[in-house]
């Protein structure tokens, strides 16, 4: 597993990225393209972003942006306390198709940028603190392993944002849509639409601390809308609403690139979680068809909320509802081969060893789970499929049990249980053996459903900034 409104301070005043720039400061605002009649200084939104200081606005005009298609970023912003503002969000399009592409976002494989690297190409990357991007649309940044529309590393606002692809492939398809990576933080990630990610929707990891809020967000027809992988502390996912997607939201320990492990809700300077996800919708999460299929993403379909190797994280007061396999499941997460990334050494996972393959098991332990509201869950009609799930007991009763053989399953992290031949009971068995805990894994029955066409359908449009000019410092096109 690798996946708006005005901006709020984390401290939940009411504020506008303007506030980093205040009237009569030094900042400038730097015009992209046309607005009502005026031609601002620029006709790229990375020609901009170079020539911006601290403190500077950049509007961007209506348009279809094909920015830097011989790079791999479109748009990196490498200045700290930048502000990009579309002044239409559903008409201000950052485009990663070819130039020569005959519409926006074209869905034909043949307009498709795959860049000349293997891990395909990026939207926008914010390299440098305090930037933020709010009201425009990203689309069809493709083509590798880690395709990022938009790409967080530093503190970071995003407001107002849609994010999608409209290409259906199952090997170069887009991964990502807003993603944060091993940032310090503040990040705030606010009234923000995903929707055809073949990863994660919203992504977050590599961040004991993360100081991030994600608030009234949307995700839609990816493979995972929410995940959190060695992402915690300081997190909230709140507000939101994810549906339709092939799992809902993912808070999991692993050795990829978003080491080190653990997942860990722990405050880290009190007592308590302080990894909370809170009045979430998490809706209908039973789609196979997404792209990129099952083109190698673990993923628990028909999961609403899963902990997977995660500790110390509160979840409340959600509605979990009509998901196929369970509302909310609570599982280790065993990570079997050489770890992804260099900081990995299996930090609060119990190793083992599998046929000569490394294991690191992630327990899950000391989460809260309380006052959600769970509704027609585990339609799929498994056994243990239902409202809710744990899978977190060493024993038979637990992951080395019928309900751990059902999770290996869903995911098809051990291959399909389809047929008489169920390598997932001889993979359960091995791990149990490895770990010294009693196995007990009949499958009587595990009936999931599987691909049968990727689509990519076309988000709605989604309400854009009422005043787009709001809080910024006047300009030909916000005179005072």
């Not at 967080?152 to 107002?160: K, T």
Request: aromatic share 6%; with cysteine.
């Amino acid at each position: 597993m690798r996946a708006v409104a005005v901006l709020v301070t984390l401290a939940g005043a009411v504020a506008t990225a303007a506030a980093a720039a205040p009237a009569g400061s030094s900042a400038h605002v730097l015009r992209v393209g046309t607005w009502n009649g005026k031609t601002g200084t620029y006709t790229s939104i990375a020609a901009a972003v170079r020539s911006a200081k601290p403190g500077d606005w950049i509007l961007v005009a209506p348009g279809d942006y094909r920015e830097q298609p011989e790079q791999r970023d479109g748009v990196r912003i490498a200045t700290p306390n930048v502000h990009i503002r579309g002044m239409s969000r559903a008409n201000v399009i950052v485009d990663g198709t070819q130039p020569r592409a005959p519409e926006p976002c074209a869905p034909q494989a043949r307009w498709q940028n795959l860049g000349s690297s293997a891990n395909g190409r990026n939207g926008i990357v914010a390299d440098a603190p305090n930037d933020s991007v709010e009201n425009l649309t990203i689309c069809n940044f493709v083509g590798g392993r880690d395709s990022q529309q938009i790409a967080a590393h530093r503190a970071f606002q995003g407001s107002l944002l849609t994010v999608t692809s409209t290409f259906v492939s199952r090997n170069q398809p887009a991964l990502y849509g807003i993603s944060v990576s091993h940032a310090p933080g503040p990040i705030r990630i606010t009234d923000s639409f995903v929707s055809n990610m073949a990863d994660s929707a919203f992504h977050i990891g590599g961040c004991a601390d993360c100081n991030a809020v994600f608030d009234q967000d949307t995700a839609e027809h990816s493979v995972i809308a929410f995940t959190a992988i060695d992402a915690g502390g300081r997190l909230t996912v709140e507000h939101s609403v994810f549906r339709d997607n092939t799992a809902g939201i993912d808070l999991a320990s692993e050795q990829d690139d978003s080491s080190p492990p653990p997942q860990d809700g722990a405050c880290l300077h009190r007592a308590g979680s302080c990894t909370i996800i809170e009045n979430n919708v998490v809706d209908g999460n039973n789609d196979p068809n997404v792209p990129g299929g099952q083109g190698g993403v673990v993923r628990l379909i028909g999961a609403g909320i899963l902990i997977a190797g995660g500790r110390h994280d509160t979840i409340v007061h959600n509605t979990v509802r009509d998901q196929g396999a369970y509302g909310i499941v609570v599982t280790p997460y065993p990570w079997l081969g050489q770890p992804d990334a260099p900081g990995a050494h299996c930090q609060a996972g119990r190793r083992g060893t599998v046929s000569g393959t490394p294991l690191c098991f992630f327990d899950a332990s000391g989460n809260v789970i309380s006052g959600n509201v769970l509704r027609g869950n585990g339609s799929f009609g498994n056994p243990t499929n239902g409202n809710f799930a744990d899978a977190s007991a060493h024993g038979d009763s637990g992951f080395f049990g019928p309900i751990g053989a059902q999770i290996a399953c869903a995911t098809e992290a051990f291959g399909s249980c389809h047929g008489t031949d169920r390598p997932v009971v001889r993979e359960l068995e091995a791990l149990g053996r490895a770990l010294g805990v009693r196995t007990h894994v009949p499958i009587s029955r595990a009936r999931y459903p599987g691909l049968t066409r990727m689509t990519a359908p076309a988000p709605a449009t989604q309400p854009s900034m009422p005043d787009p000019c709001r809080g910024v410092p006047a300009n030909p096109w916000c005179p005072s």
